[in-house]
């Protein structure tokens, strides 16, 4: 697990003691998320991409970030609401696992006891917000087993698209503009590039700017992707491509069965 991938975990599970103090960002089915809570998660979410909230300086653009983190905190908080309906339970092990995890992502005892104190938690409450998130993780991966693309679906798709499997030969070169004797020996640019190798300057040839040397970077060489090859690229491209319509559609479905409240967006 990415070390920022732990830290935005700290800040989404905050207990309830500490992120439910203050005014509500949102609520799902009663349960509310703090404005503290999304601020925290706000900028681990911006540091996640890159960026910090004061480098932000669009309204517009502020506005939709936040929103995008309070929506992630949201289906978060459904996932987990819908993983009570189910009955999911994680065992020990598996928890301890997580943690110990985190624990090494974060460095030694005392970092980690310090991240943990500044997000809110102890160690045995955060052991219990561990099972929380894994739990909210399974039920999104078993709400998301789609079934993949079928055969014909794969042919067809291959059939289309086939012809931009291949790759032509390609020359990477840079031109240098030189003046030479008018009596030098002309030659294409397109033969000069293709006959050097990578590293060579070619002999000076013409074009209608003027006389170039050519130096040689980098060469291609043409691809040809077999059959066997190419249906195998397109049936992991388009597993890929239902495994992220079925979370859409998943989320979608949540948040359109239960009940939310978004205060902060008004």
Not at 13 to 18: I, K, L, M, N, S
Not at 129 to 153: C, H, M, N, W
Not at 196 to 213: D, N, Q
């Amino acid at each position: 697990m990415k070390l920022n991938t732990v830290l935005i975990l700290l800040t989404m599970w905050v207990p309830a003691t500490f992120g439910g103090n203050g005014p509500t960002a949102a609520r799902v089915n009663g349960e509310e998320i703090s404005e503290w809570r999304l601020e925290r998660y706000f900028a681990e979410f911006l540091e996640d991409q890159g960026r910090a909230v004061a480098s932000i300086r669009n309204p517009k653009a502020y506005k939709q970030l936040r929103q995008a983190a309070l929506d992630a905190l949201i289906d978060r908080e459904l996932l987990w609401q819908e993983a009570v309906k189910r009955g999911v339970v994680i065992s020990d092990t598996m928890v301890q696992s997580q943690v110990e995890q985190t624990r090494q992502a974060i460095g030694d005892a005392d970092k980690f006891a310090r991240r943990l104190e500044d997000a809110g938690f102890d160690e045995a409450g955060y052991i219990e917000y561990t099972r929380r998130e894994i739990a909210a993780r399974q039920v999104f991966a078993d709400l998301t087993k789609a079934a993949g693309p079928d055969e014909k679906q794969i042919r067809d798709f291959y059939e289309a698209h086939r012809a931009q499997m291949s790759r032509p030969e390609e020359v990477q070169a840079r031109h240098l503009l030189i003046k030479v004797a008018q009596d030098a020996d002309p030659s294409t640019v397109e033969a000069a590039r293709f006959a050097l190798a990578p590293g060579a300057v070619s002999e000076p040839v013409r074009t209608a700017v003027g006389w170039h040397l050519i130096h040689v970077q980098n060469r291609l060489e043409a691809t040809d992707v077999s059959e066997e090859q190419g249906l195998e690229m397109v049936r992991v491209y388009l597993a890929r491509q239902h495994q992220a319509q079925a979370r859409r559609d998943v989320l979608a479905q949540l948040r359109s069965s239960n009940r939310i409240e978004r205060i902060d967006d008004e």
